[in-house]
Structures are given as structure tokens and as C-alpha cells.
């Protein structure tokens, strides 16, 4: 059974850093893409990077050169650090996994960004 666990998120005041964490388990398979979406209250769930097996990397506009994705093939992992946080950064923060044909997601860090 694939699981996604995310491990990172918190409170954090306007201008500060996080970094964001997910272990993929319960696969042999390799993994496709892999990529970190947020979802604040009222809102659709967003798109926020991703990055493939190769290291080719996209982010969404509101970003802005803030966040860097990463990922450790060997060890399945995915990784999210932000930097110069701001209060409409705040949300649940989902990692997502794309496994054959078939996405997997974790159960969501919250963040949040005090003004």
C-alpha cells in the first residue's frame, strides 16, 4: 500500500522559512512526477511545484522565486523549502506522487503565516 507523510509544516510569522518533507513507502515501483499542491479554507486545491524523475522542475506564478522543490530519487522523497513566507501563503500543503497511472497523495502539513 503506497503512503505519502509529510512532515513540516507549522507557524511561522510574515518573512520567515519553512521547509516542507514527504516520504513515498509501500512501492517498488519508480516514481513519475512528484509535486507539493496547497488547499486554503474555500478554495480549489492549487498546484504549487513539481518535479520530475530528471530534476525538470515548474511552479505555479505565486511563487515567485520563493520556493525551491526538490527530490532524492534513491530515497523517495520530495522536499519544499520556502523562504519570505507571507500570510496568503497559508494552507494545507499536500504532497503528490504519481506512481503507473495512478496519483497518490499524503494527508497534508498545515502552514501557517502569521502577519
Known amino acids: 500500500q503506497v503512503q505519502l507523510v509529510e512532515s513540516g509544516g507549522g507557524l511561522v510569522q510574515a518573512g520567515g522559512s519553512l521547509r516542507l518533507s514527504c516520504v513515498v513507502s509501500g512501492t517498488t515501483y519508480s516514481i513519475f512526477n512528484m509535486g507539493w499542491y496547497r488547499q486554503a479554507p474555500g478554495k480549489q486545491r492549487d498546484m504549487v511545484a513539481t518535479v520530475s524523475p530528471g530534476g525538470s522542475t515548474t511552479y505555479a506564478d505565486f511563487v515567485r522565486g520563493r520556493f525551491t522543490i526538490s527530490r532524492d530519487n534513491a530515497k523517495n522523497t520530495v522536499s519544499l523549502q520556502m523562504h519570505s513566507l507571507e500570510p496568503e501563503d497559508t494552507a494545507v500543503y499536500f504532497c503528490?506522487?504519481?506512481?503507473?497511472?495512478?496519483?497518490?497523495w499524503g494527508q497534508g502539513t498545515q502552514v501557517t503565516v502569521s502577519s
Open positions: 503528490n506522487a504519481q506512481i503507473l497511472l495512478d496519483d497518490y
